[in-house]
């Protein structure tokens, strides 16, 4: 809404880059559409500091997500947030989102930072008095320009349309319009801020995401103790099954029990967070530590750097994912379902219908699941026999350490700070545990003649050393990242 009914408006007009402008009778720029976005950010559109794009709320749980400038102690970053329903009013605002997407960090500038997209398909950062620095966070081929010429806002239509929208699902993509698109015209995607949508923070409610075989498809399970709402796939939590003991109870913990959810870690905030404890070295004491905390609702248990760690939890808000090292654990009530989804068992009757089978065709079935059982046996055989070979590999003593992806993203904080880029990948800054900092570089595509030969490369540059060279401490190799 304008909320200019006061202002003397005489007249309108649309210009040919979007912008929508209402005029005072002195030809007076009252009100415009670039000043006040919705989910979407045309080229040549500025995003100050005091704006942002929000996508629809979710109709079954009311949370939302979006893209704006962050506030840190010495930096301004920008970041795509899931903001929990508006029923979260009433709790500080650190904690009713959580920001899973961190983009540039801006600091010690002078000027205006805004982020921008300009007409050549590039989105960005620009800062300073003339808007001469730039960071990207996309840059698209052919964009000689640069971003800063985005800041000049020219009055003609680009050549080719395109636009950035923040997606129901909390994805931000690029859109660029086609003319010929299989003999049709529609909008293409040129990019995604986000390529797993198990990143995305909210994207199943408060329940786990998990991706397919493709890895681009995410379907959602629910915890249990919680339930789908609506037609979506949003899981909410049922107050009754699952939460904290009564603090004026809190020795009934008799109550309640713990659900194991193996393979899964979760998105929390530091407002979630009740203690963290590095003194637990087995799985189940993690789930035992929740148990007995009044206040915890779930404890999530996993290993960094070797080290473990079981973080106690007040509050399960912004969704699971899938992850091998982790294990979340649930406090419900005694007599809930253990299983996912929080359904309670059925009656005898039910029970009795799910046994009742026709023999034929399990017969088939099951000459069927042996038939792909002996294909499997032979895949896993070969896989096997590889990751042994790759475990035996002639890394010498002193040679570098291997990492894994996972402790790679933990050490660069996911990637989001990028020192710079090359003709091969970009490089990152990370830091190991004992606080050492260190440039991490990932490869744009995997090299093409061969794991064995990617691990010798590594072990003749990790023995070389030199005044003049930055030493090699360690490599990652898992599967299409190096």
Known sequence: MSNTSGAGITSASME????????????????????????????????????????PKSPSQGGYYSLKMLQQPTSLSLALTYNLPETYDASPEAY?????WPGPDISNVTGDVVAVLDDAGSFGIVYGESSNGAVYVYKNDGD????????????????????????????????????NVNGSREWVPEWAAVSNPCDIAGICGNGVCNLDRSKT???????????????????????????????????????????????????????????????IHTVSKCGDACLSDCECVASVYGLDDEKPYCWILRSLDFGGYEDTGSTLFVKVRGNESMSPGGNKSGTDDDNTRKKVVVIPIVL??????????????????????????????PIL??????????????????????????????????????????????????????????????????????????????????????
Request: charged share 15%.
């Open 96 to 100: 009713a989102n959580f920001s899973y």
């Open 144 to 179: 000689y320009n640069g971003l800063g010429s985005a800041t000049n806002q020219s009055s003609t239509r680009s050549a080719v349309l395109r636009r950035l929208i923040l997606e129901t699902n909390g994805n931000l993509r690029l859109y660029r319009w086609d003319n």
């Open 217 to 279: 498809n995410a379907s959602c399970t629910c915890l249990p103790g919680t339930s789908k709402a609506g037609g979506d796939n949003f899981c909410v939590e049922n107050s009754s099954s699952i939460g904290s003991c009564d603090s004026r109870n809190a020795n009934q913990t008799s109550e309640f029990r713990i659900a194991a959810v193996q393979q899964t870690s979760y998105f929390f905030s530091d407002f979630s967070v009740v203690a963290n404890y590095s003194d």
């Open 397 to 482: 003593p002193g040679a570098p350490i291997h990492f894994t992806y996972r402790d790679l993203q933990i050490r660069t904080c996911n990637f989001s700070q990028l020192l710079g880029t090359g003709g091969f990948g970009s490089v990152y800054k990370g830091s190991l545990g004992d606080g050492t900092l260190v440039a991490v570089k990932k490869l744009d595509k995997v090299l093409p003649h061969g794991e064995k030969e990617f691990i010798t490369e590594v072990n003749t540059i990790g023995s070389m050393h030199h005044m003049n060279l930055v030493r090699l401490c360690g490599y990652c190799s898992e599967g299409l990242q190096r």
């Open 16 to 55: 040919e880059t979007g912008n929508f402008i209402l005029h005072t009778d002195t030809n007076h720029s009252a009100w415009q559409s670039f000043e006040h976005p919705s989910d979407t950010l045309l080229p040549n559109q500025p995003l100050t500091v005091s704006l942002e794009l929000t996508s």
């Open 364 to 393: 088939s079935m099951a000459i069927l699941v042996g038939l792909l059982c002996l294909l499997l046996y032979f895949n896993v055989h070969k896989k096997r026999y590889l990751e042994r070979a790759m475990e035996n590999s």
